[in-house]
């Protein structure tokens, strides 16, 4: 492709997507695809001749569109958001035209350092102490698997990247039985053992049980197990509950084990000053995870670690072939000693879109909004007495279920399956589940970028119109 038609395919594409964005409304939110059905389509071979963009992009509204789920319309309701956001997309097509490998400081300077400053700016926002270092890593699962695997070092003297487990004792992981199951692989892949994870059970509200936190440290350590980090949750996944975090921080501090924090999705509400409440207790904190990619705005993947002790993250994950020794090694921040991989993707510059574009104060308006959503949402909800809410409320997650009277559990548990799908299935929104003491419960997240009052009424009309026409 020659600049020219580069350049007459770039603004086509860029057409296609404020299109895309205007009319996203009209799409089916959840694809209605078959599995195999996409696979089909597609040419069994690569053709041998070249194709024009125009073949390729013809093929792409007919096969490929289909079967994309559309995060970004203010309908999608499910799992948590995924959101992006013009400024983000704008920026994310410039580092496509880069493409600068961003491994260490000298293979783009400019991409360490915008880092740097971002990462500043994020730790000061969420109201992080000072003496925290960010990254930025691809995933939530991957900055708590750097995170984990720099606790078993720190415990273990950096004897397990030294030396394998043999005389490392049988360490232990503990986190609450609402934890993501990101904290499970971790174990696993730190070579802990998955039957090292103790998982806590939780409060009414689902928060972490700072006793039963307690117990199982002292049992443990009786019977010569070694803890070596505790994951407490700000903004859990099945109903964005909150871990007491002073409560978990101080067990941390009396038995000197690493403190990680996983507020994925919940973090960004920390830009609230009235939600800092959740961070009470930040001095205990070792190390810490949110992500932009879901609830701020910024196209996947983009997941800020933070982490007080750089050093022993340093020492963790540095590996110095002579084909990455620089003359400024030690003066600058070379990211890809900061955590598993070595190639790195210029991300900080749609962070950095995002934040100049709304502004904090414009971020902080459509964080609140969200969540006063969410609130109105569930008001709505507790007003019919054939509904029922199943968590509290507190962030921009509305768990509830139908719930007729004199029906049976059973029952109640098939009707709500059946009017998760029955509403999935109609492409008008889409909402997920979780089990929570065994009973279905429907998730409604009211934190798409574009969502409005308007969307989350017409979707509790839908809900209530459907459930209504169930029959037991
Ligand atoms: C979404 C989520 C994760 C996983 O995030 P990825 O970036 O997809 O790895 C982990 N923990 C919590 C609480 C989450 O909400």
């Not at 070249?50 to 203010?74: N, R, V, Y």
Request: proline share 5%; hydrophobic share 40%; glycine share 6%.
């Amino acid at each position: 492709m020659t600049p020219d038609e580069f350049r007459k395919h770039a603004h086509e594409v860029v057409e296609w997507m404020a299109e895309y964005m205007e009319h996203i409304e009209d799409y089916p939110v959840k694809s209605a695809v078959k599995p195999g059905e996409i696979f089909k389509k597609i040419q069994d071979a690569p053709p041998s001749e070249p194709e024009s963009f125009s073949a390729l992009m013809k093929d792409f509204e007919e096969i490929i569109m289909p079967g994309i789920t559309h995060w970004q319309s203010p309908n999608f309701f499910a799992y948590f958001p995924a959101n992006t956001s013009p400024p983000s997309i704008l920026a994310e097509m410039l580092t496509s035209a880069l493409s600068a490998q961003c491994m260490i400081w000298e293979t783009s300077p400019a991409a360490a350092e915008l880092e740097e400053r971002m990462m500043i700016w994020l730790r000061d926002l969420i109201g992080l102490p000072p003496d925290f270092e960010g990254v930025i890593q691809d995933t939530a699962s991957t900055s708590t698997l750097a995170a984990i695997i720099t606790a078993r070092e720190k415990i273990s003297k950096f004897m397990v990247n030294e030396e394998g487990f043999k005389n490392a004792g049988t360490l232990r992981v503990y986190c609450s039985d609402q934890t993501h199951s990101s904290v499970e692989k971790a174990v696993k892949i730190a070579g802990i053992g998955r039957k090292n994870l103790v998982k806590v059970a939780v409060n009414d509200d689902y928060s972490m049980n700072q006793e039963k936190l307690r117990e199982a440290i002292t049992e443990d350590k009786k019977n010569g197990f070694i803890p070596c980090c505790i994951i407490a949750t700000l903004g859990t996944t099945g109903t964005a509950s909150v871990d007491p975090l002073r409560a978990i921080g101080e067990i941390s501090r009396e038995n000197g084990i690493w403190l990680h924090v996983d507020a994925a999705m919940g973090g960004t509400a920390l830009i609230l000053p009235e939600f800092q409440w959740m961070l009470d207790g930040r001095e205990y904190i070792d190390s810490f995870v949110f992500n932009p990619h879901k609830w701020m705005f910024t196209s996947f993947d983009c997941s800020a670690f933070f982490i007080r002790d750089t050093e022993s993250l340093i020492k963790t994950f540095e590996i110095l072939p002579e084909y990455l020794k620089t003359r400024t090694r030690g003066k600058v921040n070379d990211y890809r000693d900061w955590g598993i991989p070595l190639g790195r993707r210029f991300r900080a510059l749609k962070l950095w879109s995002v934040i100049r574009s709304y502004g904090t104060n414009g971020l902080r308006d459509k964080i609140r909004y969200h969540i006063r959503l969410a609130s109105r949402l569930a008001e709505n909800i507790s007003t019919e007495p054939d509904f029922e809410l199943l968590a509290p409320v507190s962030l921009n997650l509305v768990c509830f279920r139908y719930h007729p009277s004199g029906i049976t559990e059973d029952k109640l548990n098939s009707a709500n399956e059946l009017l998760n799908h029955t509403l999935n299935d109609t492409g008008r929104i889409y909402l997920s589940h979780t089990m929570l003491n065994d009973r279905y419960t429907l998730r409604m997240v009211t934190g798409q970028t574009n969502v409005t009052l308007d969307h989350v009424e017409k979707a509790w009309d839908l809900i209530r119109d459907k459930a209504r026409k169930i029959k037991f």
